[in-house]
T-cell receptor, first 114, second 114 residues
């Protein structure tokens, strides 16, 4: 079983839709949770991060973490064609023997069509 | 301009011919790491380094070597490349590994081993 599981999609939605991207994880030692966005032929860029259970909002984006269920989500409101990209969840250990090790999900390919 | 640079950006080589992919950052970051990205598998960490002369294995270290003799450089060495190392490689850096710090990714190196 992979430590981090993410539905690879692809996901295709119309402009203006609400998008929900999800990851589950198995290791409760993960402390920090991130979402990266990767455009075609580019390196990933950080979109959002959080470390506690609950919601964190930034403009049209909301990151949600449920540590009890080992589940994280990214919601995109009023999706735009410019949001078309691959979205990767990522988690990092903050202590122990794997301190500093970063684990990514498989990435979800999102297309927002006009 | 703050950035992570990788060279070469594209490389086609033959099985068994040793190669090095360079990575350099100009942000005085302590933490550097290497990833490979393959379709359906997402980003997988190969090696990471918390500081000069400190390196640790990630999830897929077999067939790779790294060194961290200077803070700014973190080369990835393939002593005897094989076709299963054909992939897209990313180098990344962050201020430290402690707590959370954004990882900055390089532009990627597309490697083909025939």
């Amino acid at each position: 079983q992979k430590e981090v599981e993410q539905d690879p999609g692809p996901l295709s939605v119309p402009e203006g839709a609400i998008v929900s991207l999800n990851c589950t994880y198995s290791n409760s030692a993960f402390q920090y949770f991130m979402w990266y966005r990767q455009y075609s032929r580019k390196g990933p860029e950080l979109l959002m991060y959080t470390y506690s259970s609950g919601n964190k909002e930034d403009g049209r984006f909301t990151a949600q973490v449920d540590k009890s269920s080992k589940y994280i989500s990214l919601f995109i409101r009023d999706s735009q064609p410019s949001d078309s990209a691959t979205y990767l969840c990522a988690m990092i250990f903050a202590g122990g023997t794997s301190y500093g090790k970063l684990t990514f999900g498989q990435g979800t390919i999102l297309t927002v069509h006009p | 301009e703050a950035q992570v640079t990788q060279n070469p950006r594209y490389l086609i080589t033959v099985t068994g011919k040793k190669l090095t992919v360079t990575c350099s950052q100009n942000m005085n970051h302590e933490y550097m790491s290497w990833y490979r990205q393959d379709p359906g598998l997402g980003l997988r960490q190969i090696y990471y380094s918390m500081n000069v002369e400190v390196t640790d294995k990630g999830d897929v270290p077999e067939g790779y070597k790294v060194s961290r003799k200077e803070k700014r450089n973190f080369p990835l060495i393939l002593e005897s490349p094989s076709p299963n190392q054909t992939s897209l490689y990313f180098c990344a850096s962050s201020l430290t590994a402690g707590g959370f710090h954004e990882q900055y990714f390089g532009p990627g190196t597309r490697l083909t081993v025939t």
